[in-house]
């Protein structure tokens, strides 16, 4: 049996911290068992010991013992001390993701099932059923399950698990999911690009009760929307938004809109259902666009209010200004544009572009709803880009508000990595 004390973090100070456990906190029976051992370099456990989950591979001095990807490894500091239970991954910059930063919770099944129905418990509290029928209930790192998301509509689980350590326990997740929710399926969309980070391939298939029946009707705040869990982007449906929705919906009364990166419309619908007098919404995709038209029907919404365009946004709001058309209510929602700080500059640009774009096309008095999904863009940041923004475009304008990702999807303090939806509501002067 191998055995090393558990080391605690320390105060700025210098001076360890001692916490409320059993004999001081600092010393306890180890239970490691046979488990490989992951040993960090000199002085770089301090970010796990505030917590943090990630161990990147410039800190690990060696793995004593064996551990194929995904395997369960004990981190360990360089002077002996247990620093939490992790996912191993050679292949990955990211070496080791803690699961658990107790010594006595071992992450086995038992404790899976135990984080998993944790955080299912909490969507129960903080999301009436009376709100909406789809939900994430599983929103990796920040609930303590590095590389698992698990979104529900209505019947359907869809799972997407983006890391070795996740991807290995995919069985037991199924099994777990499955007889924690009662759920008729559960759909693998593990296509996300940062698997390929991970050394792991794409996988997408049905894993439990067979294929979805193509699209998937939910409910949102008295809207109905059909979802494509097979084929849509993420997902099928952007969950993040969905009090922001409802938001800007009390906002549109009688306003004219332009929603940039409309998706299947749900803020262009949520608009017309708040009493706007018209939509343009904007995407890329035709694929989209499709799906956006079946939803406005599925509301009964009067096909007149909406026009959709299929367009570049970057271009589309020069041209429209070059056809002098003004807007009362502009949402901006566009795609990740930097996934991490090191894509910011590149990524402010873009956010500065249409940002200056949309300004320049809203009326005196109107609104702009602006928002980043981007981790490697602060709210700070992001403040700045807009604020540059409207300087270029010589217009003044009040910070009415500020928006954040719906609270199935939380974050914890200690990592902000997963902090990734902001927004701003501004009117301009
Ligand atoms: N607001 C949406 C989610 C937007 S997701 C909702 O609430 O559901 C971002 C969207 O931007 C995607 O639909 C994608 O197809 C689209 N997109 C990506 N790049 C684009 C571009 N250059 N111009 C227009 N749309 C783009």
Redesign the pocket.
């Known amino acids: 049996m191998m055995s090393f004390p558990r080391r605690e973090p320390r105060h700025r100070s210098g001076a360890r911290r001692r916490v409320g456990r059993p004999g001081g906190g600092l010393i306890l029976p180890a239970q490691t068992g046979s488990a490989p051992r992951l040993v960090l370099k000199p002085g770089r456990e301090h970010s796990v010991e505030r917590r943090h989950p990630w161990v990147f591979s410039g800190a690990v001095a060696a793995l004593a013992g064996e551990a194929a990807p995904g395997g369960t490894v004990a981190l360990q500091s360089a002077d002996g001390y247990f620093l939490g239970w992790a996912a191993y991954n050679p292949h990955s910059q990211i070496r080791a993701r803690v699961w658990s930063f107790e010594q006595s919770e071992f992450p086995d099944d038992l404790w899976l099932r135990e984080r998993i129905a944790r955080a299912i418990e909490r969507r129960r509290q903080s999301i009436s059923i009376d709100v909406t029928d789809a939900m994430r209930l599983v929103h990796a790192e920040s609930d303590g399950l590095p590389g698992l998301i698990v979104d529900c509509y209505a019947d359907t689980l869809v799972l997407q698990l983006s890391t070795a350590g996740a991807d290995k326990r995919r069985a037991a997740i199924v099994n777990v999911l499955a007889d924690l929710t009662g759920c008729a399926r559960i759909f693998e969309r593990s296509d996300a690009d940062t698997r390929a980070l991970e050394g792991l391939p794409e996988r997408t298939g049905a894993l439990f009760g067979g294929a979805p029946p193509g699209e998937i009707e939910i409910r949102e705040h008295g809207l109905r929307f059909a979802v494509d869990v097979v084929g849509g982007?993420?997902t099928g449906?952007?969950l993040d938004?969905r009090n922001?929705?409802a938001r800007v919906q009390a906002l549109a009364s009688d306003r004219e809109v332009l929603?940039?990166?409309?998706?299947?419309?749900?803020?262009s619908i949520a608009c017309v259902a708040g009493g706007a007098q018209s939509v343009l919404s904007?995407?890329?995709?035709a694929a989209?666009l499709e799906q956006a038209r079946r939803n406005a029907s599925l509301n009964r919404m009067d096909p007149a209010r909406f026009e959709w365009m299929q367009?570049?946004?970057?271009?589309?709001l020069r041209t429209l200004r070059d056809q002098a058309r003004e807007f009362d209510l502009i949402?901006l929602?566009?795609?990740k544009f930097a996934p991490t700080a090191k894509h910011a500059p590149a990524a402010a640009r873009g956010y500065k572009d249409i940002n200056m774009g949309a300004m320049r096309l809203l009326r005196r008095g109107g609104l702009l709803a602006t928002?980043s999904?981007s981790s490697g863009v602060s709210e700070d940041l992001f403040h700045k880009i807009v604020a540059g923004a409207a300087a270029d475009a010589g217009m003044s304008a009040t910070l009415l508000d500020w928006f954040h990702a719906a609270p199935d999807h939380p974050s914890l303090l200690e990592f902000p990595e997963g902090d990734y939806l902001k927004g701003l509501l501004l009117r301009r002067q």
């Not at 929603?259 to 803020?267: D, K, L, P, R």
């Open positions: 982007q993420k449906f952007y938004q922001n929705r929603n940039c990166f409309s998706f299947t419309g749900a803020f904007i995407d890329s995709s989209a367009a570049d946004a970057f271009q589309a949402v929602d566009p795609p928002f999904c």
